[in-house]
T-cell receptor, first 117, second 110 residues
Framework: DTGVSQNPRHKITKRGQNVTFRCDPI?????LYWYRQTLGQGPEFLTY????????KSRLLSDRFSAERPKGSFSTLEIQRTEQGDSAMYLC???????????????FGEGSRLTVL | GNSVTQMEGPVTLSEEAFLTINCTYT??????LFWYVQYPGEGLQLLLK?????DKGSNKGFEATYRKETTSFHLEKGSVQVSDSAVYFC?????????FGQGTTLQVKP
């Protein structure tokens, strides 16, 4: 399978615990994105990387959230001191650099669902 | 700011019915517009796109036309099938990222 891979697919945790999600993008995709999706809503942008550089962070990404992409390949999203409001699907997407500019297509993983009790 | 608004769902149709899902946007500049689809148990995938005013995107029998004058990008299909049941998201591109609408659930009954 050469698609975007996310792990774990589902995480249940107690309030106050830390959780980490991993995303493996499609090989050679230099841009990697994190989105959050709550029930009945569309994906909300959190952050994105070009190679290992984090280029933009949304105001949704509070100090408890941190994302890394240390070698420009896989990425991790860590949430510290989880709150019930963090319960959501966390989506990862990647894209090819595109020689003639971006076509707009992002390739999404199936997501990591977080449930905070 | 940039935003996308879609019609509320769920939309329930009988097989072979005509489908329209409304989408309007607010944006600075001239964004590209997209429809993404999420089938049950699968990740989001691109359905169609249009990159400039009056362009028509099409795929799998679905169509949408980029209307700058009405800031709209409505999704249409002439005859829906049960297999089209999914959640549809309208989106625009802005500074290298996508901004999505809230999604519209389509349920097609045989």
């Amino acid at each position: 399978d050469t698609g975007v891979s996310q792990n774990p697919r589902h995480k249940i945790t107690k309030r106050g615990q830390n959780v980490t999600f991993r995303c493996d993008p499609i090989s050679e995709h230099n841009r990697l994105y994190w989105y959050r999706q709550t029930l009945g809503q569309g994906p909300e942008f959190l952050t994105y990387f070009q190679n290992e550089a984090q280029l933009e962070k949304s105001r949704l990404l509070s100090d408890r959230f941190s994302a890394e992409r240390p070698k420009g390949s896989f990425s991790t999203l860590e949430i510290q001191r989880t709150e019930q409001g963090d319960s959501a699907m966390y989506l990862c997407a990647s894209r090819h650099p595109g020689l003639a500019g971006w076509t707009g297509e992002l390739f999404f993983g199936e997501g990591s669902r977080l449930t905070v009790l | 700011g940039n935003s996308v608004t879609q019609m509320e769902g769920p939309v329930t149709l009988s097989e072979e019915a005509f489908l329209t899902i409304n989408c309007t946007y607010t944006a600075t500049g001239y964004p590209s517009l997209f429809w993404y689809v999420q089938y049950p148990g699968e990740g989001l995938q691109l359905l169609l796109k249009a990159t400039k005013a009056d362009d028509k995107g099409s795929n799998k029998g679905f169509e949408a036309t980029y209307r700058k004058e009405t800031t709209s990008f409505h999704l249409e299909k002439g005859s829906v099938q049960v297999s089209d049941s999914a959640v549809y998201f309208c989106a625009l591109s802005n500074t290298g990222k996508l901004i999505f609408g809230q999604g519209t659930t389509l349920q097609v009954k045989p």
